[in-house]
Nanobody
Framework: RVQLVESGGGSVQSGGSLRLSCAAA????????MGWFRQAPGKEREGVAV???????SNADSVKGRFTISQDNAKNTLYLQMNSLTPEDTATYYC??????????????????????????????WGQGTLVTVSS
């Protein structure tokens, strides 16, 4: 069955950088929409960045200019390069993948602002999450 495994989280000081990785099993990265989401303590899960099958990307306003989503099809891995981190970026980060193209599938970019229910419906597989902690 399809599995996504995130890694690369950790603790970093404000202004620092981290690169998250999401390794896919039984799924070819680049097939459909994939993305990174995060959930801070006491807050709703939110979209961070998504990448469509054509390589086009979309970022949340809060991370534009600081975070970059990318994928390496040869390594079957999704990445999130995070620079200029701030304490507000502290959260558990999840990668997700659309593994089944529904007839009513919204555009990949819309997954950034989808409700938790919609994101879970259209991005069928989620990783277990990796914690990022940014100290001031």
């Amino acid at each position: 069955r399809v599995q996504l495994v995130e890694s690369g989280g950790g603790s970093v000081q404000s202004g620092g950088s981290l690169r998250l990785s999401c390794a896919a099993a039984d799924y070819a990265v680049g097939t459909y929409c994939m993305g990174w989401f995060r959930q801070a303590p006491g807050k709703e899960r939110e979209g961070v960045a998504v990448i469509d099958s054509d390589g086009s990307t979309s970022n949340a306003d809060s991370v534009k200019g600081r975070f970059t989503i990318s994928q390496d099809n040869a390594k079957n891995t999704l990445y999130l390069q995070m620079n200029s981190l701030t304490p507000e970026d502290t959260a558990t980060y999840y990668c997700a993948a659309d593994v089944f193209l529904d007839s009513d599938q919204p555009p990949c970019a819309e997954m950034l602002v989808a409700t938790t229910e919609e994101a879970t419906k259209y991005l069928e597989v989620w990783g277990q999450g990796t914690l990022v902690t940014v100290s001031s």
